[in-house]
Nanobody, 121 residues
């Protein structure tokens, strides 16, 4: 099992910045990737960014490319999402996720409880 605890959400004006953090507590599991998804009211959850556990191969949704940066601290099992030039359309609940397990073949996706990000115009 893996527990994920997010922090850093809040209210910010358009053009501003926020930094989200997510600490994972795996129990005898290895973490393979960590990432962030978001869900706006009335919309489906979408992937925002992800990164491998060795902090290589970050990937981003087109909507956030160039504005958001994902990074991971392996020693702390913590993933960060630096969000710059925020837009009102970035308003959503942001969920941390991880792919973890005893092996790659048995790994599963785990999700955090979410943190609200609201961008005012």
């Amino acid at each position: 099992q893996v527990q994920l605890v997010e922090s850093g959400g809040g209210l910010v004006q358009a053009g501003g910045s926020l930094r989200l953090s997510c600490a994972a507590s795996p129990t005898n599991f290895s973490i393979y990737t960590m990432g962030w998804g978001r869900q706006a009211p009335g919309k489906q959850r979408e992937s925002v960014a992800s990164v491998t556990s060795d902090n290589t191969s970050p990937s981003y949704a087109d909507a956030v490319q160039g504005r958001f940066t994902i990074s991971i601290n392996n020693a702390k099992n913590t993933v960060y999402l630096e969000m710059n030039s925020l837009k009102p359309e970035d308003t959503a609940v942001y969920y941390c996720n991880t792919v973890a397990g005893r092996s790659v073949s048995s790994a599963s996706v785990y999700w955090g409880q979410g943190t609200q990000v609201t961008v005012s115009s």
